[in-house]
């Protein structure tokens, strides 16, 4: 249920999060003739563990039965039975071994029934529900930690191990590019690999609004209503551009609040703390601070090195010279994602020129590539970079950022969203209204249209790099 090592860790959890503050100790497995006051321990852990409401709705009328053959029996009316094994059979589960230690087994029953036959609670299937378009490569095993992020990563784990019942809701915030997203989609294919029966929902602020728009317009908001209060974990990302939404805001609201109420993990990323979203009902703030908020910063250069090395691992790139990696860890210091960007630019320029991966190679892609990065007076603007590509392809802005979908402005395009992504601190969904109101899945795959390209044609790359060292240099 927890994955490698889970058991143990999620048992630590429970003890730390669940014990009350006499530090009272859990017990060693009871028999059958200590039922009662063990039903009345896991009774005080699941209320600790759940809203008021939610306690009393669903959990309230359940009543132990029995322990026998290592598995605790609990009785719960029929009309409800359903929905609290597939809710709450994990809160049930973790109670109970915090209670009668790991090895016990919870079978739910509906009251009354005759010979006691039990219908056990689901254990170790797979997740279902997991939305396409994950990154295989933003798992918790793929991350590399450092004093900048180890807060945010370790409370991601520990609400992907136990949803509902860590953190909750987790609000994770930090500047574009530093790995909140990675993190998310973390959370999302642990969940999937190791959850039982768990819904997961992955969405960022800016879908959620078209969505419910859409539902709106279309007279289909009870189906919306369905798609996301009923699963077990949402994933939020950039929650900042629900600001100044009141019809959309009131909604999360809700949606929020159903989620919460029924024990579901709530998880939401944005580029600052929750109390400088000032265009944000209040209502709305309280809550996202109600959890936990954690940040995540720039690397520091070891993390920044070990970036580099994790990513040399993954892609298999051989032949590189370690101080290769020291240069760019020592140049791109603020943006994983640039820290990403130029190692890439750099193996590709070694395999089109056929020359080795070395200091002196990347030195000289980087001062193309990057010249200005430590020492721009200006940050750089989208709209700078439309026009610049605009004129280096020949074609207006108007075309850049229109719907044609001609051969001579396709191309410019992509490379004005690679360009945008790289080189500002613009958000996708902020780069695609930029570019005509597009969504934010629009401009990542231009990106990777881009980027696939600029790999295996020299003509493309050097044109682009041409156009780069333009938009860092003359300012």
Not at 104 to 109: I, M
Not at 412 to 419: D, G, N
Request: with cysteine; glycine share 8%.
């Amino acid at each position: 249920m927890f994955g490698p090592a889970g058991p143990l860790r999620a048992l630590c959890f429970i003890i730390l999060h669940l014990t009350p503050r006499s530090g009272r100790t859990f017990r060693a497995p009871v028999t059958d003739d200590e039922h009662p006051p063990c039903w009345r321990l896991i009774r005080v852990e699941l209320q600790r563990a759940v809203s008021e409401s939610t306690w009393h709705q669903w959990l309230a009328p359940l009543s132990g039965r029995r322990l026998e053959d290592g598995a605790l029996v609990i009785e719960a009316p029929e009309e409800i039975r359903p929905w609290v094994a597939e809710r709450f059979g994990r809160l049930l589960q973790a109670c109970a071994a915090a209670v009668l230690g790991p090895g016990v087994r919870v079978d739910l029953v509906a009251a009354g029934t005759a010979g006691g036959v039990a219908a056990p609670l689901p254990q170790g299937s797979r997740s279902v529900g997991l939305d396409d378009g994950f990154t295989p490569r933003h798992t918790f095993e793929q991350f590399v930690i450092g004093d900048a992020n180890q807060l945010a990563h370790a409370a991601a784990l520990a609400v992907a191990e136990m949803p509902g019942l860590a953190y909750n809701p987790l609000f994770i915030c930090g500047p574009p590019g530093l790995g909140k997203t990675h993190l998310l989609h973390s959370i999302a294919h642990y969940v999937t690999e190791y959850g039982v029966r768990t819904t997961v929902r992955y969405t960022t602020a800016e879908d959620f609004t078209n969505h419910f728009l859409g539902a709106l317009h279309g007279g289909d908001v009870e189906r919306f209503k369905a798609a996301y209060r009923g699963v077990d974990v949402l994933l939020v990302d950039d929650v900042q551009f629900l600001q100044a939404k009141a019809r959309t805001e009131q909604e999360f609201f809700h949606t929020f609040n159903a989620l919460h109420q029924a024990g579901a993990q709530i998880v939401l990323t944005s580029d600052r703390l929750p109390r400088d979203l000032g265009d944000l009902e209040v209502r709305l703030r309280e809550r996202f601070e109600a959890g936990l908020v954690t940040d995540v910063c720039a690397p520091d250069p070891s993390t920044r090195l070990a970036i580099l090395r994790k990513r040399v691992q993954q892609d298999s790139v051989r032949s590189v010279e370690p101080a290769a990696l020291e240069l760019i860890a020592d140049q791109v210091t603020d943006n994983v994602r640039a820290l990403e960007g130029a190692l890439i630019r750099v193996v590709a320029f070694s395999s089109l020129t056929g020359r080795p991966l070395t200091a002196e190679l990347t030195a000289e892609v980087l001062a193309g590539l990057y010249p200005g990065l430590k020492t721009r007076a200006t940050p750089m603007t989208v709209d700078e970079i439309q026009k610049r590509t605009a004129e280096e392809f020949g074609i207006s802005v108007q075309a850049l950022v229109s719907s044609s979908r001609a051969g001579t402005v396709i191309w410019p395009r992509q490379v004005a969203m690679y360009l945008a992504r790289e080189l500002t601190d613009q958000t996708l969904p902020a780069i695609g209204r930029a570019f005509g109101g597009r969504n934010h899945t629009t401009v990542l795959h231009a990106y990777k249209r881009a980027s696939e390209r600029l790999a295996a044609d020299p003509t493309a790359f050097e044109a682009v790099q041409r156009l780069t060292e333009s938009l860092t240099t003359d300012r």
